[in-house]
């Protein structure tokens, strides 16, 4: 697998506060958040598959036993048994 590293520079306040709101430390869970829910809205736009990954379609590598299986989304953000 190739690795790849690329910066970012925000252009508005990034907002991975806790639960009152307040950011006082970026959290990596919400900047994954924020970036795989965007990816997903460019995917859906561009008429991509995309799974539920809390409904009954999430995709599962351990049910569906190949890669080539996974949603768009999920082949770049990992699934159940696909990190």
């Given at each position: 697998m190739?690795?790849?590293?690329?910066?970012?520079?925000?252009?508005?306040?990034?907002r991975?506060?806790?639960?009152?709101?307040?950011?006082?430390?970026?959290?990596?869970?919400?900047?994954?958040?924020?970036?795989?829910?965007?990816?997903?809205?460019?995917?859906?736009?561009?008429g991509?598959?995309?799974?539920?990954?809390?409904?009954?379609?999430?995709?599962?590598l351990e049910k569906?036993?190949?890669?080539?299986?996974?949603c768009?989304v999920?082949?770049?953000?990992?699934?159940?048994?696909?990190?």
């Amino acid at each position: 697998m190739e690795k790849f590293e690329f910066k970012l520079k925000t252009l508005s306040p990034v907002r991975t506060g806790d639960i009152s709101q307040n950011c006082r430390e970026i959290k990596p869970q919400g900047v994954r958040g924020s970036l795989r829910n965007q990816f997903e809205d460019m995917v859906k736009f561009l008429g991509g598959k995309i799974c539920d990954p809390h409904g009954k379609r999430a995709c599962n590598l351990e049910k569906l036993k190949k890669v080539d299986w996974l949603c768009d989304v999920c082949k770049l953000f990992g699934c159940t048994g696909y990190a």
